[in-house]
Nanobody, 120 residues
Framework: VQLQASGGGLVQAGGSLRLSCAAT????????VGWFRQSLGKEREFVAS????????FYADSVKGRFIISRDNAKNTVHLQMHSLKPEDTAVYYC??????????????WGQGTQVTVSS
């Protein structure tokens, strides 16, 4: 299975972006999915996760109230809607499966990442 993250780009502070995670080789609909991010010189950190049913969501404190994770199992995708973006949100964003955990070691599958840059 391969995961593909997309939707990154350059946005001004206060703006919004929507990231998407798609899978090939296996339906994403049966997996728990997480989003992580990694900025230069820092460790990869948890952003949000969603259960395979969509009924359970977790968020990092730093994004709670600004980011929304959702999924469309019919389209085999998971989204991360990001609002009120801040320069500190600048990072490469990765989607991963199959866990709800905040720990990277609990995920066995990773996408290649998409760059999000927030200008001040």
């Amino acid at each position: 299975v391969q995961l593909q993250a997309s939707g990154g780009g350059l946005v001004q502070a206060g703006g919004s972006l929507r990231l998407s995670c798609a899978a090939t080789g296996r339906p994403l609909s049966s997996w728990n999915v997480g989003w992580f991010r990694q900025s230069l010189g820092k460790e990869r950190e948890f952003v949000a996760s969603i259960s395979w049913t969509g009924g359970t969501e977790f968020y990092a404190d730093s994004v709670k109230g600004r980011f929304i994770i959702s999924r469309d199992n019919a389209k085999n995708t998971v989204h991360l809607q990001m609002h009120s973006l801040k320069p500190e949100d600048t990072a490469v964003y990765y989607c991963a499966a199959d866990s709800l955990s905040k720990w990277t070691t609990d995920y066995g599958y990773w996408g290649q990442g998409t760059q999000v840059t927030v200008s001040s």
